[in-house]
């Protein structure tokens, strides 16, 4: 299945600058409202055959698992903007 992220909720006090400091990402749910997952529970989700995406417009743009110093959270793929799209999602 594939699901639509909705807003995320940032860590500010987090040393990073990256998508490591997502405390929380919101999917929309089916049945409406949002139901909000650790980075982590995303990343474990895309193993097992789920995509998630976010929309720029009409365009889809996909999150894909990443893994830095030990750390497993998700990011969108590559596009031509240099900002990960993620971050800039509205707050939870």
């Not at 594939?2 to 860590?11: D, F, G, L, P």
């Not at 982590?40 to 893994?67: M, Q, S, V």
Request: contains cysteine; glycine residues 8%.
């Amino acid at each position: 299945m594939s699901y639509r992220i909705k807003c995320v909720e940032i860590n500010n006090a987090c040393e990073f600058k990256d998508c490591r400091k997502i405390k929380l990402i919101g999917v929309l749910a089916q049945g409406g409202g949002v139901n909000k997952y650790p980075p982590a529970r995303i990343y474990e989700r895309i193993n097992d055959g789920e995509e998630f995406f976010i929309l720029n417009g009409p365009k889809k743009t996909f999150l894909i698992k990443a893994e830095r110093e030990g750390t497993k959270y998700v990011r969108t793929e590559p596009n031509d903007t240099e900002d990960d799209n993620l971050l800039k999602q509205s707050a939870c």
